[in-house]
């Protein structure tokens, strides 16, 4: 049995190394039950074999793809499934996730994030705030200043595609903006350039939370 899931491992670590780019949130998905410590470690087996023998990419790749995973058991172990308001937290988290690494892979392009927030826009609720705020603690924490800096950035240039999205529910939308907003101007150095870049965009959306409330009661 435990061979057998070893070469499942194996065989699904094959597939995404040679899967077009952009197909690998789905390869999870449909082989989500082979998604534990034991894929981790074989990751980074794998990874090392590359790396000995030149295949710097692909090490890299499986390096990162076991470190994102980590952290979502990690929060699975420390109870994040209960979280309130959400009956699949790994559900949100993975889609937060697969969001940020789009702004990096795709330098913020909307032509790549818009269609990833369309198709799940039913995701883009309270609940997504939440689970954002709860993610972004975990990917910060104990982190260099530069990586939480890389980090943050990504998270703001997030939402402001979320806040500027035509399509769902534009209050939930900007209330996501909002919390990604606080998120970064807590992590930057108050007064400084960003700082105050930020602190305009959080401004903007509490402008247009108020005209939304205000074109509601109209």
């Given amino acids: 049995?435990?061979?057998n899931r070893a070469q499942a491992y194996l065989q699904l670590i094959h597939t995404l190394l040679n899967a077009p780019k952009g197909d690998?949130?789905?390869?999870?998905?449909?082989?989500s039950e082979l998604l534990d410590r034991g894929f981790l470690e074989t990751c980074e087996l794998v990874a090392s074999t590359l790396a000995e023998q030149g295949g710097e990419n692909g090490a890299k790749f499986l390096r990162h793809l076991a470190?994102?995973?980590?952290?979502?058991?990690?929060?699975?172990?420390?109870g994040g499934s209960?979280?309130?308001?959400?009956?699949?937290?790994?559900?949100?988290?993975?889609?937060?996730?697969?969001?940020?690494?789009?702004?990096?892979?795709?330098?913020g392009d909307i032509a790549v994030i818009y269609p990833m927030l369309?198709?799940?826009?039913?995701?883009?609720?309270?609940?997504?705030?939440?689970t954002l705020q709860?993610?972004?603690?975990?990917?910060i924490a104990g982190e260099n200043s530069e990586t939480i800096s890389s980090i943050?950035?990504?998270?703001?240039?997030?939402?402001?595609?979320?806040?500027?999205?035509?399509?769902?529910?534009?209050?939930?939308?900007?209330e996501i903006a909002i919390t990604g907003y606080q998120i970064v101007l807590n992590n930057r150095e108050p007064g400084s350039e960003k700082w105050t870049q930020t602190q305009n965009n959080l401004a903007t959306a509490y402008n247009n939370r108020v005209n939304g409330s205000l074109a509601e009661n109209l």
């Fill in 1 to 3: 049995m435990e061979e």
């Fill in 24 to 31: 690998e949130p789905q390869i999870l998905q449909d082989n």
């Fill in 67 to 78: 470190s994102y995973l980590a952290q979502i058991l990690d929060m699975n172990d420390d």
């Fill in 82 to 107: 209960t979280n309130s308001g959400s009956e699949n937290f790994q559900e949100y988290a993975n889609f937060f996730l697969e969001l940020l690494q789009a702004e990096q892979d795709s330098k």
């Fill in 118 to 130: 369309e198709g799940r826009q039913h995701l883009l609720n309270a609940s997504f705030a939440e």
């Fill in 134 to 139: 709860q993610v972004a603690q975990k990917l």
């Fill in 152 to 174: 943050i950035g990504l998270i703001e240039d997030l939402s402001i595609h979320i806040s500027d999205f035509p399509s769902g529910n534009r209050s939930n939308n900007i």
